[in-house]
T-cell receptor, first 114, second 112 residues
Framework: DVKVTQSSRYLVKRTGEKVFLECVQD?????MFWYRQDPGLGLRLIYF???????EKGDIPEGYSVSREKKERFSLILESASTNQTSMYLC?????????????FGPGTRLLVL | AQSVAQPEDQVNVAEGNPLTVKCTYS??????LFWYVQYPNRGLQFLLK??????LVKGSYGFEAEFNKSQTSFHLKKPSALVSDSALYFC??????????FGAGTTVTVRA
């Protein structure tokens, strides 16, 4: 089974703190993604990476950065957390390919910024 | 840009009755369409996808979806719903080579 793990299930941080969310996949997937999930808005893509050290902005990259130093690991960084970044964060991974490749999701990290 | 719409925020059905969760899409070219499910306090799980071929796609947990090009729809169906099907369902369409664009989600409640 594909396994995508996220470093924390729940996090509470203060405004202005630097926050690291880590994601690890064990299927040798080329692609990795970070989404945030908010009620009524579905999932919105923050950043994705199609290879080590490669990254592309998604739909809502402002206030976030990412790092992919190893194929299996993709980190999301909130440089200075703000209350509007309180959300559920989901990591996903997939193979690359010409046809639609299924994305596999981690359990999510629920972040509360006070 | 590709997009999907889920016109219903909530769907309520009785156990044993048919379940339908609606999705319409707007894409240029041939769509790659997906359904995912999220059970409480869990990540998203893949249910099924349409790439090409038969318009009726079968997936996990007894779900199926019907691709209708003329109506630009991709509705998720289950002939007989279970209480355990209560969850949040997302329709998605592939954009470009990597990205998925998700609908807002539909909460399904199946009452015993």
């Amino acid at each position: 089974d594909v396994k995508v793990t996220q470093s924390s299930r729940y996090l509470v941080k203060r405004t202005g703190e630097k926050v690291f969310l880590e994601c690890v996949q064990d299927m040798d997937h080329e692609n990795m993604f970070w989404y945030r999930q908010d009620p009524g808005l579905g999932l919105r893509l923050i950043y994705f990476s199609y290879d080590v050290k490669m990254k592309e902005k998604g739909d809502i990259p402002e206030g976030y950065s990412v790092s992919r130093e190893k194929k299996e690991r993709f980190s999301l960084i909130l440089e200075s957390a703000s209350t509007n970044q309180t959300s559920m964060y989901l990591c996903a991974s997939s193979f690359s390919g010409v046809q639609a490749e299924t994305q596999y999701f981690g359990p999510g990290t629920r972040l509360l910024v006070l | 840009a590709q997009s999907v719409a889920q016109p219903e925020d909530q769907v309520n059905v009785a156990e044993g009755n048919p379940l339908t969760v609606k999705c319409t899409y707007s894409v240029s070219g041939n769509p790659y369409l997906f359904w995912y499910v999220q059970y409480p306090n869990r990540g998203l799980q893949f249910l099924l996808k349409y790439i090409t071929g038969d318009n009726l796609v079968k997936g996990s947990y007894g779900f199926e979806a019907e691709f209708n090009k003329s109506q630009t729809s991709f509705h998720l169906k289950k002939p007989s719903a279970l209480v355990s099907d209560s969850a949040l369902y997302f329709c998605a369409v592939r954009e470009g080579d990597y990205k998925l664009s998700f609908g807002a989600g539909t909460t399904v409640t199946v009452r015993a």
